[in-house]
């Protein structure tokens, strides 16, 4: 995914948890996520690119591929059923045949649940240390954290980042593919560039993206219209799919259903020499319904994980601060 593609995603995930039913202790929890992320929002263009901008570990870990084997069928890892992902993935061409990593070194997931681990490790040192401390990360710092943890999960979600098909030769349907997405959003989405090192997004009076008001009749036909609309009807849960315990697992089955829906897109004959720009949108699913699963599941994965690993560090927190009202005692 592109640049402007990342930082969307990272807001409509913040979105997708002030809109969400929650029970009233994760509503405080999620409060604290929501505050604590539009306090940092500004650095969310630049910070969720830095994956691709700066650590470019591109090949490996923002990558999970697979491709079909010889062995018996397996089933995938479980994902929530309420995900466009899984519900594809039911009828892919492949869904009942063997499948096996495409090159051993791909880590994504180990990148994700390391992020993970990171970002509640930063939160619990500055909650520790005195203001001021050396060793005290910054709000800065653990927002970047945050921001890059988003880039990988979105990855997961991107089809060709699951497929071990060579889609970035030929017509580089890859390329094309993530060039629509970032295209879409910055026709409805417009960015303020007066600060050359730190573009953001405008903001609308709750602090998300603006989006263009003269273009509001052109966005009712809009696929990021159907993510919004899918989004408002699916139920937000914390689940992360049955088996699933932690993000590595989240990840896997991510990447196991990516791969699936990969082939919905691009059926089994397809290969780089005969998909080309005029008919790669229309092989398959259309490129309108992929799009509409990759975003929705793609925003609703990143509230996910980043809820849960924010709860596990606010919950620690709470505790800390009890044990100190009691020593006080
Ligand atoms: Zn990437």
Sequence with gaps: MKQFTHAWLAFMAIKRLEDAILSPDDREYADGL???????????IRGAWYPDSLIKDNSNSHVLKFEPSDETAKEPKQ?????LSCKYGESSPVR?????????????????????????????????????????PTDNQVALWLFML???????????????????????????????????????????KSDKRNERFFYDPRGYP??????????KSSYLKKVEDELSKRKFTESFGTGNKNVWDFMSA??????????????????PTNVTLENWKSLGLSFEELSVAVLADAIDSIAR????????????????????KRARK
């Design 79 to 83: 994902l929530p059923e309420t995900y």
């Design 305 to 324: 994980i980043w809820f849960r690993v924010w709860r596990r560090y606010a919950k620690w927190e709470k505790e800390q601060r009890e044990e100190r």
């Design 254 to 271: 991510i990447c196991q259903h990516s791969y699936l829906l990969s082939y919905c897109f691009l059926p089994e004959q397809c290969n």
């Design 150 to 192: 988003s880039h990988y999960v979105a990855d997961a979600h991107v089809p060709l980042h699951c497929d071990g098909r060579q889609f970035s030769e030929g017509a580089d349907i890859h390329g094309e593919m993530e060039g629509e997405w970032d295209k879409e959003i910055g026709k409805y989405y417009e960015t303020d």
């Design 96 to 136: 009942n045949k063997g499948f096996k990593l495409a090159d051993e070194k791909d880590n994504l997931p180990d990148r994700c649940e390391s992020l993970a681990q990171s970002v509640s490790d930063h939160l619990k040192v500055q909650e520790s240390e005195e203001k001021g401390s050396p060793v005290s």
């Design 34 to 44: 929501i505050k604590w992320f539009k306090s940092n929002k500004d650095g969310v």
């Design 210 to 219: 603006l989006r263009n008001p003269s273009k509001d009749q052109e966005y």
